[in-house]
């Protein structure tokens, strides 16, 4: 059974940072690229970065260039999103995703807040 379990949002103050975790089972991680998604509320969910299986590639959207990171340890069928110079806008929930024949899997999601 496939499943993905994100971890480490919470409240973070305007300038902080959050280390997002993924923790992965049911398939054979190492294969697939990773991609970290958000959601706003009353907004579009919207992808925030990706990562090839091996990790030697990495993509972000231009919102979170420069500040976010993208990584993964296979031993560990892990992904991170580590976030920095965190700002209000960034406020959403993130959530893991990786696609298998077309079929797109996600976790539950964990809420960044960022606020003073």
């Known amino acids: 059974q496939v499943q993905l379990v994100e971890s480490g949002g919470g409240l973070v103050q305007p300038g902080g940072s959050l280390r997002l975790s993924c923790a992965a089972s049911?398939?054979?991680?190492?294969?697939?690229?990773m991609r970290w998604y958000r959601q706003a509320p009353g907004k579009e969910r919207e992808l925030v970065a990706d990562?090839?299986?091996?990790?030697?590639?990495?993509n972000y959207a231009d919102f979170v260039k420069g500040r976010f990171t993208i990584s993964r340890d296979n031993a560990k069928n892990t992904v991170y999103l580590q976030m920095n110079s965190l700002q209000p806008e960034d406020t959403a929930v993130y959530y893991c995703?990786?696609?298998?024949?077309?079929?797109?899997?996600w976790g539950k999601g964990t809420l960044v807040t960022v606020s003073s």
């Open positions: 990562i090839t299986s091996s990790g030697g590639s990495t």
């Open positions: 995703n990786f696609r298998m024949i077309s079929v797109n899997y």
């Open positions: 049911g398939f054979t991680f190492s294969r697939y690229v």
